[in-house]
């Protein structure tokens, strides 16, 4: 089938296509705005896969930014896609960018696609069997066996072990 539009239009880079991965929905406060001092504080903090301890290191301190503000008539989730681009840098900006057009819907669906991809299954399998199997060291002190065991849970944060037994 011929394209019958005219040489100059059909030589145009297209102008669709570059639609944001995550849908922000309707906002329906007068007025609102995230305020620069909000967006500077969460890039304090960006992240970097090869700097930081984790994507649910990243998550933690992200949430612990934005579970504080508060707009009125603007669910915190909402306000958590706003800004949640602003807090990725590196390799995490280029997933971000990756992630199909309009495909992230609600703040879990985001959290739950960032942790799969910089956190995969087999890295959490290889966590969990250094749990499983820790072992103090020959000249370990107990508390140095113990942070180091602390440390390990801390990096599987969904490790899915019952505390109870463990402390």
């Known amino acids: 089938m011929a394209d019958d539009r005219p040489m100059a239009e059909q030589l ?6 570059f639609e944001s991965a995550i849908v922000v929905p309707p906002i329906n406060a007068q007025n609102f705005e995230l305020k620069s001092s909000l967006i500077n504080l969460v890039q304090n903090r960006i992240f970097r896969k090869e700097v930081m301890r984790g994507a649910s ?12 503000q508060r707009y009125p008539d603007v669910p915190n989730t909402t306000i ?15 997933w971000l960018d990756k992630e199909p057009p309009n495909s992230i819907l609600t703040w879990d669906d985001l959290v739950s696609k960032f942790i799969n991809f910089f956190f995969p299954p087999s890295k959490t399998t290889n966590l ?29 944060p969904h490790h899915g072990f019952s505390l109870i037994f463990i402390f």
């Open 12 to 17: 145009q880079a297209p102008t669709g296509g």
């Open 57 to 68: 290191c990243s998550i933690r301190h992200f949430e612990s930014i934005t579970n504080n």
């Open 80 to 94: 958590k896609l706003l800004l949640f681009p602003f807090s990725l840098d590196g390799v995490a900006k280029t």
């Open 128 to 156: 969990r069997n250094e749990i499983t199997n820790f072992r103090q060291i020959a000249q370990e002190s107990f508390s140095e066996a113990w942070e180091r065991f602390k440390e390990l849970l801390r990096k599987c």
